[in-house]
């Protein structure tokens, strides 16, 4: 029997966190070139992309 609708956009949540938890723990250890390539994989990742640049600190 398959998820519920509800199951399965918490499972979507919950890892779009854990995913973007450890792209922060990469951002913050990379430089340069490094840094804009985990910016773009986060706004491939999610739509509130805007929000997560602000928290992380980035002037984009």
């Known amino acids: 029997m398959g998820k519920s609708e509800r199951a399965k956009e ?23 070139q490094d840094k804009a390539e985990v910016l773009d994989k986060v706004r491939a990742l999610t739509p509130g992309y805007e929000v997560v640049y602000e928290n992380w600190g980035t002037g984009k």
Do not use: H, V
């Open 10 to 32: 918490i499972r979507r949540r919950r890892q779009r966190k854990q995913k973007l938890q450890k792209l922060e723990t990469k951002f913050k250890k990379s430089t340069g």
